[in-house]
């Protein structure tokens, strides 16, 4: 079966760390860039950050610069995103994406294409930033 799975999430206070991980199951995460992308309780889904296949690129959106680190291991087939100086506005669903275009998945986390193409899409896992 081949599906992403995220884990890692939970309850955390403000200023503190949590690490989330997409495990692939099924394929090859090597041959995929991978996007982070969450949706807050009545909000629409925004992209977080992305990196590319061998792990030599990255983008984050300006609203965590700074704070939160994606990273990837390819021999455990996992994407890593180390969230830190979490915020309560960090509290959503977190989901990760992989797409075989790093190009196409940049452009969905600037929202400027349509997510709905994407080839592989995890369930989420939720943040919840409070105190």
């Known amino acids: 079966q081949l599906q992403l799975v995220e884990s890692g999430g939970g309850l955390v206070q403000p200023g503190g760390p949590l690490r989330l991980s997409c495990a692939a199951s099924g394929f090859t995460l090597v041959y995929y860039a991978i996007g982070w992308f969450r949706q807050a309780p009545r909000q629409g889904r925004e992209g977080v950050s992305c990196?590319?296949?061998?792990?030599?690129?990255?983008n984050y959106v300006d609203s965590v610069k700074g704070r939160f680190t994606i990273s990837r291991d390819n021999a455990k087939n996992t994407v890593y995103l180390q969230m830190n100086s979490l915020k309560p506005e960090d509290t959503a669903v977190y989901y990760c994406?992989?797409?075989?275009?790093?190009?196409?998945?940049?452009?969905?986390?600037?929202?400027?294409?349509?997510?709905?193409?994407?080839?592989?899409w995890g369930k989420g896992t939720l943040v919840t930033v409070s105190s």
């Open positions: 990196i590319s296949g061998n792990g030599l690129s990255t």
């Open positions: 994406a992989a797409d075989t275009s790093l190009a196409i998945m940049r452009r969905v986390l600037a929202g400027s294409v349509s997510a709905n193409g994407m080839d592989y």
